[in-house]
């Protein structure tokens, strides 16, 4: 029984461990490009996971195609939020400023401008580390080289799928069309997904 129905079975903790010891570590894109997200201190620790698992890498075609094409989107979304950081910070202080204003000359202890001298302040010291942040991000000037690019493409040099035929595609999306309209598992509930990657412009 266990043979013909594994999913029904919990795995023994000596199966687990040989999961761990001898599996094959698949990604997603937003795996590869969350690198561009990820903080300093969280990017090196996962370059360092990754160098241990090297020769248990393997990504789809498909997953290093949408990589290469949605990277610079990536970068340029992690670029303009500095300016959107800015500008939030900007608009809440204009929010607060307003806000308080009616009382400056209306109320006896409420003093508007001594109450947000220090949020004002801590605003000011916001957006300065925000400039300094966004004039050392290289990724912010024209010519670069891109050092996480050239890394992640040496990880996983060699450990790409092979292109699908666009006939084998066609069998595989009538095959899922058929599942999602019978919601046969696994895999049904990630129709709104499709959906919002076709909006995206990702096949």
């Not at 461990?17 to 599996?23: A, N, P, Q, T």
């Not at 990017?43 to 949408?66: D, T």
């Not at 890394?151 to 595609?169: C, H």
Request: charged share 35%; proline share 4%; aromatic share 12%.
């Amino acid at each position: 029984m266990r043979d013909l129905f594994p999913g029904y079975y919990e795995p023994s903790s000596d199966e687990i461990d040989d999961i761990w010891r001898k599996g094959i570590f698949v990604f997603d894109t937003n795996m590869l490009l969350n690198i561009y997200r990820y903080s300093a201190e969280t990017r090196e620790s996962f370059f360092e996971v990754l160098g241990c698992l090297e020769n248990r890498l393997w990504i789809p075609h498909q997953v290093a195609l949408e990589y290469h094409n949605r990277r610079m989107v990536v970068m340029s979304e992690q670029v303009k939020a500095y300016d959107a950081v800015i500008k939030i910070l900007d608009n809440a202080q204009n929010i607060l400023k307003k806000g308080l204003e009616i009382y400056k000359k209306r109320h006896t202890f409420i003093d508007p401008d001594r109450l947000t001298q220090n949020v004002f302040d801590a605003m000011d010291k916001a957006r300065s580390d925000v400039r300094k942040a966004k004039k050392s991000d290289p990724y912010t000037k024209r010519a670069y080289a891109d050092p996480l690019h050239e890394k992640i493409g040496r990880l996983f040099d060699g450990k790409v799928g092979k292109e699908t035929s666009q006939a084998k595609l066609r069998e595989w999306y009538q095959e899922a069309e058929y599942r999602f309209q019978h919601r046969i598992p696994p895999g049904y509930h990630d129709e709104r997904l499709n959906e919002s990657k076709k909006d995206e412009g990702i096949s």
